[in-house]
């Protein structure tokens, strides 16, 4: 089980659009579609923004959303904004009720 | 709404056994509404899925730590707990208790987080 693939770093500039890539395999992206994101800013606890690939929690600006095709699942901010800036996180499930996370995104706002 | 709070020692001796306790309140743990869980992430590093339990006994856990990893339910207190046997540095980490929404279809994400405990290996 190797952890998913993200870019180290992403930036932007405020109002612009930012995408992160996640690349896994068949047998965890691509097998399901079972890929949630979390923001993490620094010293807090990881935040879900995004579930089942593509679903926004309540309370979740509609300015993030999600999409996957094949073993790459993506997260793009819209509308990139000051508070956005923020290490970056996918998730997916791996089979036999495990999970596995991404090697993690930093998000700058320029 | 759920709120999850880590406790333990914050220091553990290299080869001794990692012990936390994970204390929920605004819902029972005795709920077939969710699985509870602990991930790991070291500092300056990502995150790590540990494992996770039902309130059934149920547990499911990292491949690459099952072998040192236990995780139970103590109903009765409404906390769950994770043990993390022959501790090294690499364990060195803050460790994160969450829960996960139980259902059909099943969902595979974590919702509600605790704040997090640094745990640090060293003599």
């Known amino acids: 089980q190797s952890a998913l693939t993200q870019p180290r770093s992403v930036s932007g500039s405020p109002g612009q659009s930012v995408t992160i890539s996640c690349t896994g395999t068949?047998?965890?992206?691509?097998?399901?579609?079972?890929v949630s994101w979390y923001q993490q800013h620094p010293g807090k606890a990881p935040k879900l923004m995004i579930y089942?690939?593509?679903k926004r929690p309540s309370g979740v600006p509609d300015r993030f959303s999600g999409s996957k095709s094949g073993n790459t699942a993506s997260l793009t901010i819209s509308g990139l904004q000051a508070e956005d800036e923020a290490d970056y996180y996918c998730c997916s499930y791996a089979g036999s009720y495990t999970s596995v996370f991404g090697t993690g995104t930093k998000v700058t706002v320029l | 709404q759920l709120q999850l709070q880590e406790s333990g020692p914050g220091l553990v001796k290299p080869s001794e056994t990692l012990s936390l306790t994970c204390t929920v309140s605004?819902?029972?743990?005795?709920?077939?509404?969710?699985?509870w869980g602990w991930i790991r992430q070291p500092p300056g590093k990502g995150l790590e899925w540990i494992g996770s339990i039902y309130y059934s006994g149920s547990t499911y856990y990292n491949p690459s730590l099952k072998s040192r990893v236990t995780i139970s339910v103590d109903t009765s207190k409404n906390q769950f707990s994770l043990k993390l046997s022959s501790v090294t540095a690499a364990d060195t980490a803050v460790y994160y208790c969450?829960?996960?929404?139980?259902?059909?279809?099943?969902?595979?994400?974590?919702?509600?987080w605790g704040q997090g405990t640094l745990v640090t290996v060293s003599s």
């Open positions: 969450a829960s996960r929404p139980a259902g059909l279809p099943p969902l595979y994400y974590f919702d509600y």
């Open positions: 605004g819902g029972s743990i005795s709920s077939s509404s969710y699985y």
């Open positions: 068949s047998s965890d992206v691509g097998g399901y579609n079972y």
């Open positions: 089942d690939v593509s």
